[in-house]
């Protein structure tokens, strides 16, 4: 096999989505029957003129659910179909099978729902105040935040808000099931969580876990969107497939996707950031307002990244923090790239800029005498060890040449009036594992055939990160053979069991670290052998280069032979690897622990440049200095710092979802909401830190695909700052201070950035 480079694919159009797969003979499609608005009471279900349409006609409703009818795990119930009442507009209601996609949509649109309205609750705030939550508040504190705010020199407070975001996965979501011999189910999903799917399928069917196999083929991206809501889709086909024997496709289309699915979640925070007269920070407090949408899904895992990356890349005495999982009528909102920590983030980033503004610091100055460093530890109990947080932002002040880029930015604002120049940077530190203990875990499953060639069976989804290629990597390098004679599996359930989902940057190192184990219970296998053939030591033996090596030498036994021996000898050539993350541990009561193998630090500048007239604005340059470790495939690394880059400046300054009083979201097309392109994309200049091993994790790498999307949010700083500088010349002008009154209700921090908002600011009907 060659080496798979799954960007080639994807570019070449050679790639096979789930859809793109041949329909066997008899499939079925399903089509949804949807809840009408976003809270209701169903009183009846009348699908007569929808059967009437054609004999291979089948709807399902909560009736025909042969296990339980219930999704996810939370401690609430939560319906699969909806049997009572809904709790968001697109839930759920009914499945309809046909023969044909179009007429199975066609019927699902025939199918009459007697129901009552019920009044909505859209505002996280509101549901806030009526004690709607998913968990109790969760507090995290260290120090004394109160009394070190009372004392503190400068105190900056302000309200935050920050949008939801699409995640726009190339590949909509959906799942293909065929009912086997014997009861059992085979589904296709895409999912980032196989077993997690295999589990919801088995409860909603009345089986067990053994009687469903799921697979996660390749998927066309999903950035958090398949970890949790895969399941739904692949037990809807599943219960098609078993009632009707007949193999049942469901695949929602671009506009159905983005009205149903998850997505990142909005929240509306307030700080209170306390300084001293040097601009230490003393104090923080904060209340984050998460808009967790109608069902628990995993907002209270992502509510807690918020909650441990609350105080950013910076050392804060005295904190404390709480985080509310606001329960509303909007879709639920679930993992997106990021997983909370960039909402935590971007209210930080607003309250050093709130301080340095109200002490007259400079914001740079002021993030760089506040950043982490060794020995430090962080709100929740873990020290601070291999920080790379002032590293980082030292490179990137003599990459991007900070100072001269202010100074050249003054002079074009001096003498410019119409078009205003700005720059922000930011630093990152992001932790890295799941933060719940369990799930970090898994297997992998290493079979050398013995014609020399290797496979390999991870829990690993490949959904475009290309995390097959670099298992394929860490597998070569442990047999001491060419990449080539290494293939990567796909992820099921059957292969590699009891796996979690493929999220929380940590495919590489959980799977990488597992099919090392497996490889090196191989190795010592082939090596006791080859010690016998070529009677030696077996310690003075190594697998590399294809060959046994002996000491320094070169043996004359090569991979390919000392295979085909030990095949012949009958040694087993497969072998199981199982990793578990080790070091973590936390206690929810306290809220202190490790909760985080290690960290990824970072710092990134962006350049702005606004039109004060149009309120338009494009980014000029971007330079991030990453904390990359050594990288397992540079190019791969690159490619995820440059994507999440792309996808953080456009939840930050782009990306806008916007719901009507209905909770009917509005912006549910390619066409209304926009996405990041080539023309709004910066020329980003990214280095990786140099010397920088990362001890903790497999081949001395650093998980890379989340901690960069928080780059992206010092595009809204730029912005700001260019803003700022619209702003200062009107104040000087004759319509100084017209409409500022009215602004103080409004919010300074209101990501993403928009032109809209933009000309708010310039008019002075929002404050900066
Ligand atoms: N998923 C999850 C995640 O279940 N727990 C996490 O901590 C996490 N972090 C980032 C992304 N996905
Ligand atoms: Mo996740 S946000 O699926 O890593």
Redesign the pocket.
Known sequence: MSVIRESELNVSGSTRYIDDRPESAGLLHGALVPSPCARGLLKGIDAQEAEALDPSIRVFTAREVPGENRLGDAAEYEPFLVSEEWSYMGQPVALVLAKGRLLARKAAALVKLDYEKLKPRLDAREASEAGAFFIPPRTMAMGDAKRAMARALIVAEGRVESGGQEHVYLETQGAIAEALEGGRVRIISGT?SPTGVQREVARILGLSMHDIEVEAPRLGG???GK?EQGGQWAALAALGARACGRPVKIYLDRREDMRLSGKRHPYSSDFRIGLDAQGMIVAFEADYYQNSGALCDLSPAILSRTLFHAAGAYRIPNIRVTGYACRTNLPPFT?????GAPQGFYVIEAAIDAAARAGGFDPAELRRKNLLSEGDVFHYGQSVSECRAGSSFDRLLKLCRWDELRAEIASHNASNRLEKRGAALIPICFGVSFTKLVMNQGGALVHAYHDGSVSVATGAVEMGQQVARKIQIVVAKALGIPESLVRVERARTSTVANTY?T???TGSDINGMAALAACEEIRGRLLSLAARILGAEKGELRLEGGLVVRGCEPSALTWKELVDRAHLERVDLSAHGFYATPGLSYDMKAERGSPFAYHVYGCAAISARLDVLRGSYRFDRAWIVHDGGESIDRAVDLGQVEGAFAQGLGWAALEELLYDAEGSLMTDTLSTYKLPDLGFMPNAEVEFLENAPNPKAIMRSKAV??PPLLYGIAGYFAVLDALRAARADRARGAEAGRGDGAASARSAYDLPMTPEKVLDFLEGRRPC
């Not at 993992?335 to 997983?339: Q, S």
């Open positions: 980032q999903a950035f958090g970890e993992a997106f790239r990021g997983f989902p999220a929380a940057s695909g989340e």
